[in-house]
């Protein structure tokens, strides 16, 4: 099992930075950052964009993976999105992953839209997503791509000279519904989950163990489906969207760890620490649970 963590894109570069070099000298596996154009209780703070923050990340890192989580269609065109992951898989050197899910209710689903637009619906939303991952998965694997949709079209697109990651960067696909898991079934090198959202307020942590044991098994099935072997695929579990503390203790985190090891996981993300947020965390227990917790479940 590997350590993961995202770091939210709230610090201009100069300090930024600092975080990123960090969690590499941790040991941390991968770092990510969430693609919103803003987020949450970080509305009305600063907030920069993802593909610009991982760029300065891989300039200043040499190891560590990085990513988004997630990507969503909310914002984004697959053919623009395309060129600027090539580029930043490049200046990387090959150390990118693509988290990618179809979206939510949140700002970015309305930020592109006029006052009198509704923002898309969950069928809406999986429809989009349904086009948006086969696309981006041709433009990133092919040198030119034409294609026309119901709602993107790619006409006579170039993207050479591809990925550094052959034959394409990794996908890791969010998603818990049966369309996304059959997207994540065919496409994704990872599937990610947060847990059941619909337990966070009331839940248990014993209901959300049973809440994502089932979402495996419905993976395993869409895998089994589409003729893969649902091992093949990371399983990564981004945390504090679910029931329970994990991070109140190392000892908690510890049995937190073991738990989705036995369920399958193979990389748990966590937060870093944001002073006066639902984020906050002593720093010396975020050090040791990133250096020490994970070691007895390599």
Excluded at 16 to 41: N, V
Aim: glycine letters at 10%; hydrophobic letters at 40%; aromatic letters at 10%.
């Amino acid at each position: 099992m590997r350590l993961s963590t995202v770091i939210l894109p709230i610090h201009r570069w100069a300090e930024g930075q600092k975080t990123w070099r960090r969690a590499e000298d941790l040991g941390f596996h991968a770092a990510y950052t969430y693609d919103h154009l803003s987020w949450r209780s970080f509305r009305d703070g600063p907030w920069f964009g993802a593909l610009p923050t991982l760029t300065a990340a891989a300039t200043a890192t040499d190891r560590l993976r990085l990513g988004t989580l997630v990507t969503s269609p909310n914002f984004r065109h697959p053919v623009t999105l395309a060129k600027d992951l090539i580029t930043l898989d490049d200046v990387s050197g090959g150390r990118i992953t693509l988290g990618i899910g179809a979206g939510g209710n949140g700002f970015d689903a309305t930020a592109l839209r006029g006052s009198d637009e509704e923002p898309w619906t969950p069928r809406e939303r999986a429809d989009h997503f349904d086009e948006f991952v086969p696309l981006l998965d041709r433009l990133l694997r092919e040198p030119s791509v034409t294609q026309e949709g119901r709602f993107y079209a790619a006409n006579e697109v170039r993207n050479i000279p591809g990925c550094v990651q052959r034959p394409r960067l990794p996908f890791a696909v969010a998603a818990t519904g049966p369309r996304g898991l059959k997207l994540a079934a065919r496409y994704g090198e990872a599937w990610v989950t947060t847990g059941d959202p619909k337990l966070y307020e009331a839940g248990t942590p014993e209901q959300s163990v049973e809440a994502v044991r089932g979402q495996i098994n419905r993976l395993g099935a869409a895998c089994e489906e589409a003729g893969r072997d649902v091992f093949a695929l990371d399983k990564i579990l981004l945390t504090g969207f679910a029931p329970g503390r994990p991070l109140q203790s190392f000892d908690a985190f510890v049995d937190f760890a073991g738990t989705h090891f036995d369920l399958g996981f193979t990389e748990i993300v966590v937060h870093w620490p944001v002073p006066d947020s639902g984020f906050a965390l002593d720093t010396e227990l975020f050090e040791r649970i990133a250096t020490e917790a994970l070691a007895q479940f390599v």
